[in-house]
């Protein structure tokens, strides 16, 4: 068995399309990690049948490992255990130690809701015990138990690593099932790999489609390092992977893409613009307010995504009104009288608006139009200012014209936010500041 | 073939972990609105051996119509449209109108981009203009056409919808697809379902469990309706599909819920709760403002999501340091010290201050402990308090105990006070206000 993976999402209400699955990626990204190769993912139904064939089709394309999420709860469509018992060609065992240890999680449970039968919870709790003979069990962190399932004796065919679909438990199981045996024998011979990302922000996808033919053209061996490029959150994303022998290759090109796009490329080692902006405000002792319209909160919530991100976010103001931009955070009305709520004049405004009520260090203010409507011939929607000032009076100003909908709008705002204040926080300024856009000190 | 229909996504940058798929779910819900049943669906990196893979897969498991999404781009690892023309059976063409028409879509980019040479954008272009003999032709809305491709003549297997991967050009394209004569030829013998969707809130999942056998034991015939149940956005969602002539056993199984759950469940009709506050706020020409801590935001930007919500949403505060619950929202500061700012007073204080402050109808307060940090015995991680308040005096307060981690904490709490709005604007009330909670006006 070759060392090449495959994962095998099972839930019904996946395929109906209110729910995405966010199992499979995380796992795709466990799996690169380890090095082994994912030949692809599949999402299949509640149904035996289709999960079996899925498995069949995995071992079909000559897959080593299978990881399976889901399907392991309570209820009569949880049938995975039994489905991978059957493809591994194990019976059906209830292992009577893990009946009582699934008991004891489940007490605590009982008490919490007591309208629950004693009848439902024996029930679900003896399924949940019966496993596959010599399966490895990986002990419940919720109430399922995860399991390792080699071939059976004389078969051939992939280990299947049968993980349960709450992404919590998913992610604790799988630290346990990557310790056992029976997963190290069957991700044997894999090659081991080493993962780069660059991030470049502002450079559209099709240049970089242009540097890859230049450094090949420059004698860079592209054959020997594998390239995928995407773009997220507006950003551009440049993975690399490569045979640790071929570091030399990455590093001519990693040159290669330095010196094309000096004022895109903002990370060498995968930072995320967040990382970036975190460190730097760690580093300098700075602390951070926002003042934002059409952003709505995003800018405020993304910044205060991180643990321990009061040490350097005072806080924020939501000034979706006009009144809230002139009484909270002091943008003058002459301000919006002439240059509009949508203006540089504003966000420079709402950036020391913000700065100076919250007394922060650094001010960030966004103003626009996420549409739909609101959009006018001038200002079109997708029209977005952001500010961002600091106290000695340093500031940069940036309109764009985002495309997308509201929400893609709003994020895109909330990302240039970030990548101003990056730039503010290096040092960054505007030349000069236009005597039009006085605000709050 | 059958009405059965699979989903092929494409796409290495989707295998590494880094990116979610958005565009299986949401084909795979406009499927379910079709009443054509989902197989399974699919996600294979950008390579031509397991792409044709995939789609024999789904030829084998007598799928009747294979949509596919991505790999339609301007790279040389944008193979789809060559993988499905060779698993359809017909050759590869250059329609010359088309790649005239591509031309034409791609001279503004040319414009905006100096920078990319003639060649490049020449190639390109020629290269999405090669399509299969007789497939039909979905005009580009970005620069990639869609595709419907039936087997060749004297062929059997699936007909593949082929679209382009950025979401906004492939939802466009699907709008047109199913209009063409191919693909309702690949569709004949549906089976035509209704679907309704019930949502309740504060109810556990195994719950619903015992409900649907109560429902069979009161003689409601189970069999002949299909439930899905999850848990999204920590709200309950049952998912009923069935045969139009089925009708009255999902009345039948619906009365049992609600009689069974008159608390939990808020929505028959499907409709979300952030639906439900916005037409309340609408309706009763009430406007809302929020001053939130631990949510860092989020409340704000759900509550602005919608196109129009200026009409109902003034702006909110970040209050995430105590200077800034004091300063910009009036919490005082003996409130602080005396019960702390995660406690049912200060949340009080930041929903009557929000109102006060923004000049707002309805206020709310959100104050917690979103971790990892920052728990205590007294209050651990995940405590978090939620009030609304009403200009009448009227106010609800809640406790909570979150499970999850900060992300999962920030966002139920964001779930929470929409609930307690919702049920503010119904007319509900605390019975009694607290002594301790005065706060601003």
Redesign the interface.
């Known amino acids: 068995m070759s060392a090449r993976a495959a994962i095998v999402v099972t ?12 199992n ?9 990690e380890l090095g082994v190769d ?8 509640d149904r035996a049948e ?1 999960m079996l ?2 498995l069949e ?1 995995c071992a079909a ?1 000559d897959v080593g490992l299978v990881v399976t999420s889901g399907g392991l709860g ?2 009569a469509d949880d049938l995975t255990a039994e489905v991978v018992g059957r493809f591994c060609g194990r019976e059906m065992v209830l292992d009577e130690a893990l009946e009582e240890r699934i008991a004891e999680i489940l007490r605590p449970l009982r008490n919490r ?1 007591p ?3 004693g009848e ?1 919870i024996r029930a ?1 709790n003896r399924k949940q015990a019966v496993v596959p003979v010599g399966a490895t069990v990986l002990e419940p962190v919720g109430t399922a138990p995860g399991l390792v399932v080699p071939p059976a004796e004389g078969r051939t065919g992939p280990t299947v690593v049968v993980l349960p679909g709450p992404p ?1 438990e998913l992610r604790a199981l799988w630290a346990v099932a990557v310790q056992t045996e029976a997963f190290e024998r069957a991700i044997v011979g894999r090659t081991v790999y080493e993962q780069r990302m660059l991030r470049l922000y502002g450079l ?1 996808e ?2 970089i ?2 540097t890859l033919r230049a450094a090949e053209a420059a004698g860079v061996d592209m054959g020997a390092i594998e390239i ?3 773009v ?1 959150r507006s950003e551009l ?1 440049v ?1 690399t992977r490569y045979e640790v022998g071929n570091a030399d290759v990455y590093r001519a090109f990693e040159a290669v893409v330095r010196e094309r796009h000096p004022d895109t490329l903002y990370s060498e080692d995968g930072s995320s613009i967040d990382d970036q902006v975190v460190a730097l405000l760690v580093e300098q002792g700075l602390s951070v307010a ?1 003042a934002e319209s059409c ?11 991180r ?4 040490a350097y ?9 006009n ?2 931009k002139e ?2 955070v002091g943008v003058p009305q002459a301000t919006l009288v002439e240059y509009g709520a949508v203006s540089s004049e504003t966000a420079l405004a709402l950036a020391d608006g913000a700065r100076s ?3 922060a260090d650094l001010g960030i203010g966004v103003t626009g139009i996420a ?3 609101g959009g006018s011939e001038e200002k079109p929607v997708g029209t977005v200012w952001v500010a961002v000032s600091a106290r000695d009076g340093g500031r940069i100003v940036r309109q764009t014209r985002l495309p ?4 893609e709008i ?1 994020d895109r705002s909330t990302t240039l936010a970030l990548h101003l204040l990056r730039r503010l926080l290096l040092g960054e300024r505007d030349a000069a500041s236009t005597g039009a856009s006085a605000a709050a000190p």
């Open positions: 839930g019904t209400e996946l395929l109906g399309g209110r729910v995405s699955d966010r499979g990626p995380w796992l795709a990204d466990r799996l690169g994912l030949a692809h993912v599949t999402i299949v139904g289709d064939a899925a089709w394309r309570p209820t809701w309208g629950l039968s439902t679900s919590r559209p099709s240049q489609v242009e995928t490029t995407c997220h994303e993975v926002v952003t709505g909160g995003l800018v405020a919530a993304r910044l205060t995504e643990p321990g991100s009061s976010v005072l806080g924020g103001i939501v000034a979706y009104s009144e809230v009484a909270l009520r919250l007394g549409g739909p409507d997308g909908n509201r929400a709003r």
